[in-house]
Structure formats: C-alpha cells, structure tokens
C-alpha cells in the first residue's frame, strides 16, 4: 500500500536514513490515510538521539520543544515536524505522566507505550507499515482496543478512558470488550485528571456522530465527571411531551443537534434542574416549573470547574436558561429585548436548541413544534431586515444630546431614554435624532409636572 505524505515529512525521514537511522510516521497520521483521510498532524519517530537529531538538521531551523523528552521540532520547507527519538516509559504515579522516560532503538518498543491499537502503527516510505499490535485490522472492523493490558494503560494516563471515548464517539468505532470492562472499572482515575483536560477531550466527545451510544453506554463515566447530571437518569417526565426519562431525553437531544461544542454541552445541561424542581399534581402527571433557571446554575457551575471561557460560559449557560422559549407565543418587542440581552447569534441558535429539545421528545408533537419555530424564524428574520434597534446605545440619542436639550443627567435621564427605546422598539417612534429629542421633551415636562 502506497501512501501519500507530505514532501517536507518526507524529506524529514529521507534526511534521518541518510544519515543510518530509522525513521517513521507514527500515531493519527497513520490512522487518517489507512482510513482515507487527510491527516493534520505529521509526528516523526526515529532511532537518533535528540542531540543526534539536532546535528542531522543542524542546515534547518530546531526549536527544542521537549529535548528532556526525546522532542525536537524541524521546520521545513515552510513546514512544522515534530520528530521523537523511540522510546519507552514507565512509573506513572499521577495516573498521567511518565516518571521515567528512556530512549531505545527500536520502533516497536516505542509503540508498545502508546494507548490503542490504532494509534500504535508506523509508517515509513522506505519499508512499509509497522503494526505489532494489529491496529490496521481494528481500523477495518472498527474498534477501538487498548494496546496490551487495559487495566495498566489506563492506570499509565487515566485521560486515556475520554480518549477511548473520543475515538469511540468521533470514529463510530466500537470499543472492544476488555477495553470497554476496564473503562467501567477504572473511571475513578479520572479524578486525577486536570480540569483542562476533561473539558478539551468531553467537548471532542460530544461532537462525534456516535454520542448518542457514548452517552447511552457510558453514563457512568459521564456521571463520574459531572455528578450533577446523575439526578436525571432516574427522574420519570410522567408528561404527554415526553416518552424518555430526563436523562433519555437529554442524550436523544445531544444527539439532534449541530457538532459545536457549545451546542452539544447546552442540551448536555438542559434540563440538568429538573430533578430539583420536579412536582406532580393530582392527575400524575409531573411538571418542572422553572426548570432552566436551576438548570443555568448546575450549567454555570459546571463549565466553572472546568475551567472553561467566560464567553463559552456564557453561551452555554444562556442557551440553557432559555432553552424552553415559545416562538410563536413571543411577539417582535420582546425578540428584541432578547437580542439586547443576548445577541442576535445567541438568539438565533436557540431555535436550534428548541429543535433539538422537540426531536428528544414526544413525536406527535413535532410538527407543532417544528411549525411554532417556523414563526419565530420569520419574526426574527424581520427584524434582521429592519436594522432594528435593541439597547440604548442604538438611540439616534445619547445622554450627551438630552443634556444639550436641557435635561440634566440624573436617573430621570436613564428613565427617559429606557422609555425611547420601549417605543422604538414597539415601532410606535422613529429612531431619528429629532424625533427623539422632542419626544424625549414631552416625557421630560410630564415626568418633571408629575
């Protein structure tokens, strides 16, 4: 099997051979092309000391990203490579790190380290694939298996376990057996996982077309890294909208939503506040009044500890909190007093996440659903067309103008110009200056007589 890598990648190993040492392709890269993709990252694994690589390129430029650790970056012909001396480690204290690394000679030892089958296979022009652990078979029937013992891979780097359910998720592979078992039974170790950590690898989960089965097979995991979202795998919706428990609707709801992380960890914390706000009346059948306001503290506490953006923070929590807006129940002020308070991006993503909440739920009310989003849609679709005005600082007026007219600045001012942009925004006044300041005028004499 012939493939194509890039020409500077190349180079790179024809350079290293040259000069009597191995060299090879390792890691996704091999992965992408035996599965007919474009690969991003182009890792080189070699036999030559880190010093002996530095002398190999001594022509090139070298930065020494990781010398203590075999590491050293080339840059050719326009192009960043990362070459890595073969190696092998061992003693993992922090269920993460390696606490001793050494260098070997060969290709296969290095591979023998590294977390699944499907990342431990190496490629060189010279001399084809090298795969002791039999990742190009898992490739074709689709797995993901840990190289070697799964219980000691996961105890070397507990991050491993998201990993698995990364490529699990974002592949469509299946995880085997063993791997699956050993995931179960080693989820603990992810509380040795940095913050950082757990939010990069769960929002690369979340995106992949397989979520639904990760969410559904795995909760426990998911549970064990967010333990205020267990509350919803046993809390019943005894409601004609729904056929899922909370949980049930919330993975069908991840799952019907567009691949952008803060989409996908929006309807992952929808209704997180159910099960606290849960009632039942005389007929059985249960409420959640209030739901996403408690949902938007268990979203804004979680994406907290995960250290994550404020503005993702804030994206998120938004789209939580008012996830259960009725479209066609809404009229064109209160849009805009949404779009002031959010944005319009914000605002328009929302009718994607009520879609996704109506396609988690009771199917004899989708099209009622689907259709109610179709009103909204065209309000706010007027809107956009009117270059509507939404906050004060759209006025054709600013507080400086009404002190030129005569109204000194106080909180009479602010109630003044709070009172424009009601009417602005009822179309009851033209946003012009003129308008504005002989209106403002009017308000000022009744507010000032009264």
Same mark, same amino acid.
């Given at each position: 099997?012939?493939?194509?890598?890039?020409?500077?990648?190349?180079?790179?190993?024809?350079?290293?051979?040259?000069?009597?040492?191995?060299?090879?392709?390792?890691?996704?890269?091999?992965?992408?092309?035996?599965?007919?993709?474009?690969?991003?990252?182009?890792?080189?694994?070699?036999?030559?000391?880190?010093?002996?690589?530095?002398?190999?390129?001594?022509?090139?430029?070298?930065?020494?990203?990781?010398?203590?650790?075999?590491?050293?970056?080339?840059?050719?012909?326009?192009?960043?490579?990362?070459?890595?001396?073969?190696?092998?480690?061992?003693?993992?204290?922090?269920?993460?790190?390696?606490?001793?690394?050494?260098?070997?000679?060969?290709?296969?030892?290095?591979?023998?380290?590294?977390?699944?089958?499907?990342?431990?296979?190496?490629?060189?022009?010279?001399?084809?694939?090298?795969?002791?652990?039999?990742?190009?078979?898992?490739?074709?029937?689709?797995?993901?298996?840990?190289?070697?013992?799964?219980?000691?891979?996961?105890?070397?780097?507990?991050?491993?376990?998201?990993?698995?359910?990364?490529?699990?998720?974002?592949?469509?592979?299946?995880?085997?057996?063993?791997?699956?078992?050993?995931?179960?039974?080693?989820?603990?170790?992810?509380?040795?996982?940095?913050?950082?950590?757990?939010?990069?690898?769960?929002?690369?989960?979340?995106?992949?077309?397989?979520?639904?089965?990760?969410?559904?097979?795995?909760?426990?995991?998911?549970?064990?890294?967010?333990?205020?979202?267990?509350?919803?795998?046993?809390?019943?919706?005894?409601?004609?909208?729904?056929?899922?428990?909370?949980?049930?609707?919330?993975?069908?709801?991840?799952?019907?939503?567009?691949?952008?992380?803060?989409?996908?960890?929006?309807?992952?914390?929808?209704?997180?506040?159910?099960?606290?706000?849960?009632?039942?009346?005389?007929?059985?059948?249960?409420? !959640?009044?209030?739901?996403?306001?408690?949902?938007? #503290? /268990?979203?804004?506490? &979680? +994406?907290?500890?995960? %250290?994550?953006?404020? *503005?993702?923070?804030?994206?998120?929590?938004?789209?939580?909190?008012?996830?259960?807006?009725?479209?066609?129940?809404?009229?064109?002020?209160?849009?805009?007093?949404?779009?002031?308070?959010?944005?319009?991006?914000?605002?328009?993503?929302?009718?994607?996440?009520?879609?996704?909440?109506?396609?988690?739920?009771?199917?004899? !009310?989708?099209?009622?659903?689907?259709?109610?989003? #179709? /009103?909204?849609?065209? &309000? +706010?679709?007027?809107? %956009?067309?009117?270059? *509507?005005?939404?906050?004060?600082?759209?006025?054709?007026?600013?507080?400086?103008?009404?002190?030129?007219?005569?109204?000194?600045?106080?909180?009479?001012?602010?109630?003044?110009?709070?009172?424009?942009?009601?009417?602005?925004?009822?179309?009851?006044?033209?946003?012009?200056?003129?308008?504005?300041?002989?209106?403002?005028?009017?308000?000022?004499?009744?507010?000032?007589?009264?």
């Amino acid at each position: 099997m012939v493939i194509n890598i890039p020409s500077q990648v190349n180079r790179v190993i024809e350079i290293l051979h040259s000069h009597g040492f191995d060299a090879y392709v390792v890691g996704g890269a091999c992965r992408d092309m035996l599965m007919g993709k474009s690969a991003s990252d182009w890792d080189v694994a070699t036999s030559a000391l880190p010093h002996e690589t530095k002398s190999v390129f001594a022509d090139f430029k070298v930065i020494e990203t990781g010398i203590a650790h075999g590491t050293v970056t080339v840059i050719v012909d326009g192009m960043t490579v990362e070459i890595t001396t073969f190696r092998i480690e061992s003693g993992y204290s922090d269920n993460r790190h390696p606490d001793r690394v050494d260098f070997t000679s060969k290709i296969e030892e290095d591979l023998s380290r590294r977390d699944f089958t499907v990342n431990a296979i190496a490629y060189s022009p010279l001399s084809g694939f090298v795969d002791p652990y039999g990742g190009k078979e898992d490739i074709e029937k689709r797995i993901i298996r840990c190289v070697g013992n799964p219980d000691k891979r996961f105890c070397e780097d507990a991050l491993r376990i998201l990993r698995a359910l990364r490529f699990s998720s974002v592949l469509g592979f299946e995880i085997d057996n063993e791997t699956s078992e050993s995931i179960h039974c080693n989820k603990h170790l992810l509380a040795n996982i940095s913050a950082e950590r757990i939010f990069v690898e769960t929002s690369k989960m979340l995106c992949g077309k397989d979520i639904k089965r990760i969410l559904t097979d795995y909760s426990d995991v998911v549970f064990f890294i967010f333990p205020e979202l267990e509350p919803m795998n046993n809390c019943n919706q005894a409601h004609e909208r729904h056929i899922y428990n909370v949980w049930g609707h919330t993975v069908a709801a991840v799952d019907a939503i567009k691949s952008e992380p803060h989409l996908r960890f929006a309807m992952l914390l929808h209704d997180s506040g159910k099960p606290h706000v849960k009632t039942t009346d005389e007929n059985g059948t249960d409420h !959640f009044y209030k739901h996403a306001k408690k949902s938007r #503290e /268990i979203a804004d506490s &979680i +994406l907290h500890n995960l %250290k994550t953006s404020n *503005s993702f923070r804030k994206k998120v929590c938004d789209l939580t909190e008012f996830h259960d807006f009725l479209p066609d129940k809404i009229s064109k002020k209160t849009y805009k007093k949404y779009i002031a308070k959010l944005g319009f991006d914000t605002v328009e993503e929302l009718f994607a996440t009520r879609e996704a909440d109506i396609r988690a739920q009771n199917p004899v !009310f989708l099209e009622e659903g689907l259709g109610a989003n #179709e /009103i909204g849609l065209k &309000i +706010l679709e007027e809107i %956009k067309n009117e270059s *509507s005005c939404f906050k004060i600082s759209d006025l054709a007026v600013s507080g400086n103008d009404l002190a030129k007219a005569g109204i000194s600045p106080s909180p009479r001012m602010g109630k003044i110009l709070e009172t424009l942009l009601d009417e602005v925004m009822d179309d009851k006044l033209e946003n012009k200056k003129d308008t504005l300041l002989k209106r403002a005028e009017e308000i000022n004499k009744t507010v000032h007589g009264s």
